[in-house]
């Protein structure tokens, strides 16, 4: 992804998620939120010519080479529009609800087994205090991905794991905007449900 950037076009309609993701919190989410990052980074890397020409994922990596008068502009909507956009995509409607394959190994490997990834995952989404994400990392190159070392750790915010040295596989956005208008305040309940729609297939593919 480079500028200018555009919002990614979902693979499925904003309520193909029902009843776990609502139409209404999706469509906002996406055509509000998610284009509200893409606009902000365009304006901020609109003032940096060397920046125009850089990956999204190697700004975020090296947020120092940023000019300071856009850093934290483009460390929060570079770091929205990156995460946003794997966010769609680790989704879909009807998916399976358990990895397979090197993945599946990697998590039992890490994990010890998939439930207990999944409540040290939730656990960790539930921990977030105000706005930011819980991620399944990995800290090496994903070239491997059965020898793997995997890791949960959350950001605040829109800060990406690309800043902190990992690479992303699955993230959960846990701001109040991603379920206030189905779960107000019950975010377990969002965290629960998501668990539903998360893609392993594609994540899985992507990963290798
Ligand atoms: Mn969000």
Known sequence: MKYPFTLPK???????LEPYIDAKTMELHHSKHHQGYVDKLNAAIEKWPEG????????LKNLDIVPESIRQAVRNHGGGHYNHS?????????AAVEPKGDLAKAIENNFGNFSKFKEEFTNAALGVFGSGWAWLVA?????????AKLKIITTPNQDTPLAAGYTPIVGIDVWEHAYYLKYQNRRQEYIEAWWNVLDWESINRKSE
Do not use: H, Q, V
């Open 10 to 16: 979902l693979s499925y309609p904003y309520d193909a």
């Open 52 to 59: 125009k020409i850089l990956e999204l994922e190697e700004i």
């Open 86 to 94: 794997l966010f769609w995509k680790i989704m879909k409607p009807g």
């Open 139 to 147: 800290e090496n190159s994903m070239t491997a991905i059965e020898n």
